[in-house]
């Protein structure tokens, strides 16, 4: 079939899809379940019956690399920058600084290790694939969890911890699973052009170097561009053009800084929301701010509910059926580095500090840290040369699919009980 009709057909299928999806927001809210939930449902049923019907979606995957990294993560990124609420994230920066940055890195270290402690196959599934492996399964997302939170009233705080980590952490698992990807190629010999059979020895001090590169250049880039599009914002004032302004500094800042800079997108489009966050909050009025906000969530919600489907689509029986032990391993894994950071590094870290987080509240922070768009997202963008990457990606959607249908759903239960004052239906 010629390229031109499978993007036709591609772009129907995905546009059934949604329709479809319309059906499945009220079957959340009475069962209670997150609404991705049930979008990964009906990805799946409606890719099988699709393709059963003899249909080519058009859908590949070999084309979902693109497509989540240049197209969905700037908007669920830069959101998530923009609309914060940056007083609340004051108050409680300290303890979520830690958790994303510090904690966030050790954290895929432990998962890595007992990946492939589990695994147990180091020709199959060889270290740095489990170190690709932790970095994926690092970030953690607050859409299904939140939303629950918001419906009971849950005290600022817990949400605001959630919500905080997850932005900063979302970003630098990126840069961290980018960076760690490359060094697995590497290892893999698959980055040297002239000789593909002889394995580069590039040494762990220049990936060190290259991710802080990455890093700290990206959240430069994300600076200057912030403050452009603040003085820009500042001449225009008109609130159809501020949202395409907003779409131009996400847009513009990824770009820029991942093709043309060769630092981290991500780390641009955080660093930029954040500071077109505090701008508009000073010269942009109420009524106005109400309006993007409000745009805002829209393709911010379109872009997780089109990562989830392709998450449906994406998934197979097979998956289950040859992966399972995989799956249960990496969930057990993530549950394992969850406890150890929420109620060890976490105090560890906070000992010295006024803002420490009390018990109750690290019982939500463990068991709402669920793994949601990010995660897929780089699931969806793994290499097929990359040894192992079905094993990874199945992982990753073992790990959501628990996350969503077993952790989200029961976190107002457990906040009911953890803060049984401040919480209310």
């Known amino acids: 079939m010629e390229d031109g009709m499978l993007i036709q057909n591609a772009v129907f299928s995905l546009v059934i899809l949604i329709l479809a999806s319309l059906v499945a927001e009220p079957l959340a809210r009475v069962l209670k379940l997150p609404f991705v939930a049930f979008l990964i449902v009906v990805g799946f049923l409606g890719s099988e019956l699709i393709v059963l019907l003899g249909y080519d ?134 980055n040297n052009v002239e000789s593909s059979n002889v394995e580069q020895n590039i040494p762990l001090w220049f990936h060190c170097i290259n991710f802080f590169k990455i890093f700290f250049g990206g959240l430069l880039f994300g600076v200057f561009c912030g403050i452009l599009g603040s003085f820009l914002s500042y001449i225009i004032q008109t609130r159809i053009l501020e949202n395409i302004l907003l779409i131009s500094v996400a847009y513009g800042s990824f770009l820029i800084a991942e093709d043309f800079l060769m630092v981290s997108g991500m780390m641009a489009v955080l660093a930029s929301g954040l500071i077109m966050n505090k701008a508009h909050e000073k010269f942009i009025p109420a009524e106005d701010r109400t309006f993007i906000n409000y745009w805002w969530e829209v393709i911010s919600f379109f872009s997780n509910a089109m990562i989830f489907i392709l998450l449906g689509v994406t998934i197979t029986l097979s998956m289950f059926e040859e992966r399972w032990l995989a799956m249960l391993i990496a969930v057990g894994a993530v549950l394992a580095t969850r406890f150890i950071a929420i109620f060890a590094l976490l105090p560890l870290m906070t000992i010295k500090s006024k803002e420490s987080v009390g018990l109750p509240t690290k019982k939500v922070l463990f068991w709402g840290g669920t ?48 803060h049984p004052k401040k919480s209310n239906n």
């Open 57 to 190: 979606t058009g859908i590949r995957a070999s084309s979902f690399n693109q497509l989540v990294f240049y197209v969905f993560l700037p908007i669920i990124i830069f959101e998530s920058a923009y609309r914060i609420n940056q007083k609340a994230l004051l108050r409680c920066l300290y303890p979520i600084l830690v958790l994303a940055m510090p904690i966030m890195l050790v954290s895929a270290g432990i998962a890595a290790f007992l990946i492939y402690w589990g695994i147990d196959h180091s020709t199959g599934f060889p270290i740095y694939t489990a170190l690709v492996a932790g970095a994926l399964l690092a970030a953690t997302d607050p859409m299904a969890v939140v939303s629950h939170l918001k419906r009971i009233k849950a005290p600022e705080e817990v949400t605001t911890l959630i919500e905080g980590e997850s932005l900063f952490n979302d970003a630098i698992a990126v840069v961290l699973f980018t960076t760690l990807l490359s060094m697995a190629l590497s290892f893999q010999g698959l």
């Open 371 to 418: 793994r949601g768009a990010v995660t897929v997202a780089l699931a969806l963008s793994l290499p097929v040369e990359l040894n192992a990457w079905w094993t990874i990606q199945s992982m990753a959607f073992g790990v959501v699919l628990f996350t969503l249908f077993v952790q989200a759903p029961t976190v107002p239960m457990l906040l009911k009980r953890t």
